[in-house]
């Protein structure tokens, strides 16, 4: 064989294996002999083989999730609270050469950083301010993740599991303000009630022809059942007549 022709080979071979291709929304750490050297950009892109390789970092929005965890609350209620982190690599130098595993590391300071807000409040105030407490975490977890060069986008807690009794407990506490706020909206349909039939008897007694309106008014609606008999115990004479016009 011509050893041009196999020097001309292994060269193509050496040149097409040190080729790498860097996605869009990935950026390539290349080291010479373990020392960091440079970022490359999105692109076709050519190292030493041998020599130089790459550590690929995704620069997308990328999502944790916290593992349930155990938390006792400040007036002493048990409960199980998970959630979820989105993050952001800024810095893809300082997230590989600062921090061994970026991943761990902010899955680890989360559910730190959850137990130790969840535990400081009271239950209601987590049922009822949860983007709150998100916030809380998200600002103790980013205080750490920004010399990695890492942004935590957000951090929101999904789900929180309460004890079977605490469960049956605050059921029957909503069920009873229910019930109060039922008896007080009737309450206040029979004052208004009460105040407009007064005022109704109140206006009747001006015109005694308005009683006897009333009175008739009351036997059609008896009547219109056709099921029963009426009995008059005295006679409408002794009704209270209207007085005559001047």
């Not at 291709?21 to 290349?30: G, H, P, S, T």
């Not at 609350?73 to 998970?82: G, L, Q």
């Not at 469960?167 to 029957?172: D, E």
């Not at 008896?222 to 016009?245: D, G, Y």
Request: net charge neutral.
């Amino acid at each position: 064989m011509n050893p041009l022709f196999f020097s001309g080979i292994l060269l193509l071979l050496f040149l097409l294996a040190g080729i790498r291709v860097v996605y869009e929304y990935k950026r390539a750490l290349k080291f010479r002999f373990g020392k960091y050297v440079s970022t490359l950009q999105p692109g076709l892109r050519w190292i030493i083989p041998g020599v130089e390789t790459i550590q690929k970092v995704d620069i997308r929005v990328i999502t944790i999730n916290i593992v349930s965890q155990e938390v006792m609350t400040e007036d002493n209620v048990p409960c199980s609270i998970d959630g979820v982190v989105f993050f952001k690599i800024k810095d893809p130098e300082k997230a590989v050469l600062e921090v061994e595993e970026y991943h761990f590391a902010i899955t680890q300071l989360s559910q730190a950083a959850l137990r130790d807000v969840c535990g400081k409040v009271e239950l209601d105030t987590i049922l009822s301010k949860r983007e709150e407490m998100g916030k809380n975490i998200k600002s103790i977890v980013e205080q750490e993740t920004h010399q990695w060069g890492i942004e935590i986008m957000d951090v929101k807690i999904k789900d929180i599991q309460l004890p079977e009794n605490m469960r049956r407990m605050m059921a029957n506490q909503a069920e009873a303000e229910r019930s109060r706020r039922a008896r007080i909206i009737l309450a206040e349909a029979e004052e208004q009630a009460a105040a407009k039939l007064l005022e109704a008897g109140l206006q009747i007694d001006k015109s005694p022809s308005a009683i006897k309106l009333r009175l008739y008014q009351t036997l059609s609606n008896i009547a219109a059942e056709k099921n029963s008999t009426i009995l008059f115990p005295f006679p409408e004479e002794v009704l209270p007549k209207p007085p005559a016009n001047k």
